[in-house]
C-alpha cells in the first residue's frame, strides 16, 4: 500500500487530539479531584457512587431519628427519676405523719404539701417532646391528665379501663430493619397506679390516726392497691429499662458513625483521583505529545517554497 504525504499528516493530527482529549480528561480529573465528571465517563464508577450515596443519606437519616430518640428517653428519665424523688419525699411525710405526736392541724399542712407532690406528679405526666406527650402511649397528641384528673379521652372511669393506645408502642428506626422503643411501656398506669396512691394518702391524712397512716407505706387497708414501696420499686424498674435502652442507643450511635466512616471511605476508595498518579500520567502525555509535535514536523514534507 502506497503511503501518501496526506495519510502521514492525517494520522499525525489524529493522533495530536487523541493526545489533547487524554491530557484534558488527567487535567480534569486533578482540578476536581474526581475520576469521572459526568457518568459516561465510567458507568460501573457512576452507579457505585450513587450507591454509596444511598447509604449516606440513610445513615443521615437515622442520624436524625437517634437524636429524637435521645429526647423521649432522656426526657422519660428525667421524669420518672422527678417522680421517684417525690415518692421518696411522700414517704417522708407519711412516716412523719404517722407519729401520733401530732395534731390535726400538723396532719392538715402535710397534706397540703402531699396534695402539692400530687399536682406535680400529674404535670410530670403531662410531659411532653415536640408537641407529643410521652407517657400517653400512642396517643401522643392527648395529655394524661387534665385539672387534676385522668383524661377521659384515655380513661373510661365507668370501666376503670384505659383505651388501648396507651399501651401502644412509639418506635423509631435507628437501623435497617431495627427499632427501638422510645416511649415507656404502660407509662399511663404506672401514673395511674401513682395518683391513686396519693389521693388515697391525702384522704387517710383527714381522718385516720396514726396506725392506719402508717399502713400506706406497707399496704392500704382494702389491700388491693399497690403500697408506697411497690410503686416506688416500679419507678425504678421502669428507670432501669429507660436505662437500658438509653445504653442500646449509644452502641447504636457508635455504630452508624463506624458505618459512615466505612461507606465514605468506600466512595473515596470509587470515585477520587489518586493525585500522583493523575499528575505522573499528565507529566508523560505532556512529554509524548512533545515528541509527537517535534517528530510530526520533520515528517511533513517541506513546501514549494522552501525549494525557491
Request: glycine letters at 6%; a negative charge; hydrophobic letters at 35%.
Amino acid at each position: 500500500m502506497r503511503v501518501t504525504q496526506s495519510m502521514l499528516s492525517n494520522n499525525m493530527l489524529r493522533n495530536l487530539s487523541t493526545s489533547y482529549s487524554k491530557m484534558s480528561e488527567l487535567q480534569n480529573q486533578i482540578n476536581t479531584g474526581s475520576k469521572i465528571t459526568r457518568p459516561s465517563d465510567d458507568p460501573v464508577i457512576a452507579i457505585k457512587g450513587m450507591s454509596y450515596r444511598t447509604d449516606l443519606n440513610k445513615v443521615s437519616q437515622f442520624e436524625r431519628n437517634m437524636n429524637e430518640v435521645n429526647s423521649w428517653l432522656d426526657s422519660s428519665d428525667d421524669a420518672l427519676g422527678q417522680v421517684g424523688d417525690a415518692l421518696n419525699r411522700v414517704k417522708e411525710l407519711v412516716v412523719q405523719a404517722a407519729n401520733d405526736t401530732n395534731t390535726a392541724d400538723d396532719r392538715q399542712k402535710i397534706k397540703l404539701e402531699i396534695d402539692q407532690i400530687r399536682s406535680q406528679i400529674q404535670d410530670v405526666a403531662n410531659t411532653k417532646i415536640a408537641d407529643k406527650y410521652i407517657f400517653n402511649g400512642t396517643k401522643t397528641q392527648s395529655p394524661l391528665f387534665v385539672n387534676g384528673e385522668l383524661n377521659p379521652e384515655t380513661y373510661d372511669s365507668s370501666t376503670g379501663e384505659f383505651i388501648s393506645a396507651t399501651s401502644g408502642e412509639v418506635n423509631m428506626e435507628v437501623f435497617d430493619g431495627i427499632q427501638i422503643q422510645v416511649n415507656t411501656s404502660n407509662g399511663a398506669e404506672l401514673f395511674k397506679n401513682v395518683d391513686d396512691l396519693m389521693a388515697n394518702i391525702s384522704s387517710a391524712l383527714d381522718a385516720s390516726d396514726g396506725e392506719e397512716i402508717g399502713n400506706l407505706l406497707g399496704g392500704l387497708a382494702d389491700g388491693t392497691d399497690d403500697t408506697l414501696s411497690e410503686l416506688q420499686n416500679k419507678v425504678l424498674e421502669a428507670r432501669a429499662d429507660v436505662g437500658a435502652r438509653q445504653n442500646r442507643v449509644e452502641m447504636m450511635t457508635n455504630r452508624l458513625s463506624l458505618q459512615e466512616i466505612n461507606v465514605t471511605k468506600q466512595m473515596s476508595q470509587n470515585e477520587d483521583v489518586d493525585y500522583a498518579e493523575a499528575i505522573t500520567q499528565m507529566i508523560t502525555y505532556e512529554s509524548i505529545h512533545q515528541a509527537s509535535l517535534s517528530v510530526g514536523a520533520k515528517i511533513i514534507q517541506q513546501t514549494l517554497v522552501n525549494f525557491l
